[in-house]
């Protein structure tokens, strides 16, 4: 199950670990990533609070967890390729895997048509 | 005529000749390793009387390995920064009309007056009967200060724009805990605007920063201050004349309901060139404003510092200043230090000794020169100068605002869409044209903004000559034929465009010895 | 006015290109009641020759101290500066440049600041330097605030050694910006023990090297005790010239290395300008406040200098920025880099060796004096002395003997009675046997 956010994260979702990372089109707003901040595993993470930054050269972002829940891995991969980011933000360019502590969270995000509709109306 | 025709085939040609000299070296343009790669070891530029012979007294903690440093005699030093320094543009060359940091001639005389022994070469803790010369230049130093902004004190230790909005931030909060409101007022409501220092500095220390909007004239909107303001807010923080180089019309009334609402008005004094002279701060209800010595006063800019940030204060917050001062007792003047007699709750200390003493004397050398007479002339000269590039340049750029400016001309880069050009690559093409590019994208409130501040010294045939080269470039981007040109630029200066990702992503931010050096050692 | 190019035929032909008839009229916006109907009350323009009059008078009332004996240190000291350093910094492609926001025509700026970076990396030890501070104080307390941050705690413990405007400023911002500050007595003998303090509060113990008082320690026990606590160790150098014969703080384990740069190519300025070195860990890099050089290559793959990991800053980050830095020292941090370019390895390290023999010089001399007692063992170019009578009195008989004979403590330390009798003294490359005779002479008369 995978389920989008308004500040432009994904969350897809096993047993009751989220994976999450940013939209392609976040991605794209912020150009080459340069620099990404992951959470450390064990830190308590609040729906709607600051999880991770990501950075361009000239921008820098904060990354909200969609569900709260506490950090069960941070993708190390990106401290030294931040540009996975770019290359496969849903994929290999994910930031944090969570405990998601309240599964109903998820029903207050967009599915993926939901999230593409609203995208549609930012530009 | 097209001035594009005698230069449009350049750019190949010098590509070409840069290929064909063996040394990569361009005429006057000569390439410079750094001078970590030019040692050779036991070279010194130094030659040092042997030392007397005596038993170490380093406690054991003799430095054992070498530090690493390379040897260059001084023939060798002297070119190494030489040809550096030709890799660099400056006022001393040209037009540098970078907005809102005002590049005005830096005078050499200046740089003398700060060599004077008597200035250069004391110490900041001498007994204070041996530097009655120098406390005495800084009050008067205080008392131009003072004079041309109306306010009844002055705090001189800051060591920049920043370090003095810290200084009148901090002089907020004492003031607000002396009146037994500081945990009461956390909030400070700073323009969209505004310089990043502005919010940065005001959350440093504590306040939480609230974005008051800009109406469709680039002033201020009095009624959002107005709604935004009450018993919880501490000060407003407000660049006058303002980011867009717009003076802020509506001063006063945004600074009677400040004070009605028992908060202060912090003013952030960096384009104070537009009116130094012609109109006094004080007249228009500030609580307190920063002064970049190295903007109006005309101190260096110096590759980026030092700078100087004296804080000229209202009665009411006068009190909390920070150490030290000078104080004249009879004939005898005094620094206020801590532990000496004082009147006031000086709020602390913001730096080690007196300040940044060599602006000091410039900025005082600059202002005796000027005179009361000369500073009414640079804010005339300065804005005039302003306006009559942003007259020049409207009908080919596209003004971010109607009417005119104070001392500075702000552009958004509409003229520029559906061209394939942007801000950046147009203000990279004006690098090959010779000149420094203006501010880009600053003020956040324009889009792709251009802003020029020309300053009042720069001539009058130098400008319509900049006017012409905008002209050209701003003609050129519209004809829809030259994005890849400007995308490419610059083509003729010591480098072409940096890749900052690649810096970013994987930051070199030393030299290291290769590794078969480290190998060899 | 020899700094105003435009003519008055200039001006009305840009008022009429601007379609207005005066400048006054440019000046609409401001409130009527604040424009002012003529120059202010201050005296009119002068030429250079006036100003300099008025000026070297002032400056003529100081007594300089190359013109005397001179021993004060204390956070900034008299060197000689090469010609060559104050020449090269005066070229107008330096002195006349802004922060090198345009990377392609301020190549020059970014190398010196990236050579400038790696010198003091080297010079401290560490992995990483910025590309300077304001001054020493200043950069004391971005360190603090850079611990807070890495740490996530709020606490500062600092030294007794840590020179007191250091300490003071320290406070300052400890008490506004919300972090706790818990200094210590004066360390004159240079025994505090700092480890036994540190707790699970503690972001930082700061301590100074050599200390304010010219201790020398060695403090690797202190820094694996920081780091079993979990905290920072920051150590503040205010003689850099020190670290050409000393150990660096980097060998002993600091995090953090802040210091004062003004021995190295900056004149005494009565305080200022002068250049805040900064320096720490590459894993803290992200953490560091002020701008960064950094090395990358051009559309044409040739090797190049960029302002980097900017993000960091105000410009960017806004609220959110580790400090609303905004300028560095560029132009003494130019003069201290070739000031070292200069002396090179050799150079620094007999530099470093002659002052600290004028100081061992200087102290054996005093030893001698009745009523001297000279505290310190060991000591790089200063040390502290316990006179048999208060010492700011005899500094001012010193200075009427035309003689800049140290600090007494006591002008830092106004409230603590131990400083009352204590003198700081300093010796360098400057100072004369001539000198040291001098001071000895003198002060066998004023004691």
Redo the contacts between chains.
Sequence with gaps: MKRFSEEHEWISVEGDVGTVGITDYAQSQLGDIVYVEVPEAGRKLAKGGEAAVVESVKAASDVYSPVTGEVVEGNAALADNPALVNSDPMGEGWFFKVRIAEKGEMDGLMDEAGYAEFVKGLA | MDRSQGRSGRPTIEADATKQTFTGNRALQLE?S???EQDS??????D?????????????????G???????S?PQ??Q???R??????????GV?P?GS?T?K???R?N?????????????????Q??????L??ID?LAH?LK??TGMPAVALSP?????G??CGM?AI??ALEARGEGGQRKRVLVPESA???N????????FS?EPIPANRQGQVDVAAVKAALGPDVAAIMLTNPNTCG????D??EVADAVHEAGAYFYCDGANFNA?V????PG??GIDCMHINL?KTFST?????????GPVVLSAALAPFA??PWTVKDGDVWRAA????EVNGQP?????????????F?RA??Y????????????A??A???A??V???LKDVMSPAFPG?C?HEALFDDSFLKGTGVTTLDF??AM?DEGY??MTMY?PLVVHGALLIEPT?????A?LDQFVDALRHLAQKAKSGEAAAAFQ?A?VL?????????????K?????RPPPAAQAAE | MRYLPLTEADRGAMLGAIGVKSIDALFEDVPKAARLAGPVDLPRHAGEMEVERQLAAMAGKNLAAGSVPFFIGAGAYRHHVPATVDYLIQRGEFLTSYTPYQPEVTQGTLQYLFEFQTQVALLTGMDVANASMYDGSTATAEAVAMANRVTRRSKALVSGGLHPHYREVVETLGRYTGFAVEPQPADIAGDENLAAKIDADTSCVVVQYPSFFGRLRDHSALAAACREKGALLIVVVTEILALGALKSPGEMGADIVVGEGQSLGNALNFGGPYVGLFATREKYVRQMPGRLAGETVDADGKRGYVLTLSTREQHIRREKATSNICTNAGLCALAFTIHLSLLGETGLRDLAALNHARAVQLADRLAGVAGVDVLNDAFFNEFTVRLAKPAAPVVEALAKRRILGGLPVSRLLPSDPAAANLLLLAATETTSEADMDALVAALKEVL
């Design positions: 410079e750094l001078i970590f070891p036991g070279s010194t530029g130094v040092l009387p042997p030392a007397p012979k005596v038993k170490s007294r380093l406690g054991g903690l003799e430095r054992q070498a530090v690493g440093l390379p040897g260059l001084e030093v002297v190494h920064y030489t550096l320094s030709q890799k660099n543009y400056a006022i001393d060359m540098y970078l940091c590049m001639h830096n005078p005389l740089e003398k007056m700060a060599r004077l022994a008597g200035f250069a070469d004391i110490h900041p803790l001498q007994p009967s041996t530097v009655q010369g120098a005495e230049m008067l131009w004079t041309l060591a920049a724009g920043a370090h909005e810290l901090v909060r004492a310089h990043g220092t919010p940065a500095t005001a959350a440093s220390l504590g920063v717009l003076f802020e019309r001063i006063r009116i002279g012609r109109v006094r007249d228009l190295h260096p800019h110096g590759g980026g510092g030092p700078g100087s920070p150490y230090e801590a532990g000496s709020f602390g200390r913001l730096k080690a000794f007196h300040g940044q003493m060599g602006m004397v005082l050398a202002m005796l020169s000027h005179g009361s007479d000369g500073l009414w002339q640079v005339s000269d804005v005039l100068n306006n009559y942003l007259a020049r005119t104070m203000a990279k690098i420094h590019p600053f009042e010294t720069q001539a009058k130098d490419a610059p200066a010591p480098r072409r465009r940096l890749d900052e990702t690649l810096a970013a992503r930051p070199v931010l030393r030299w």
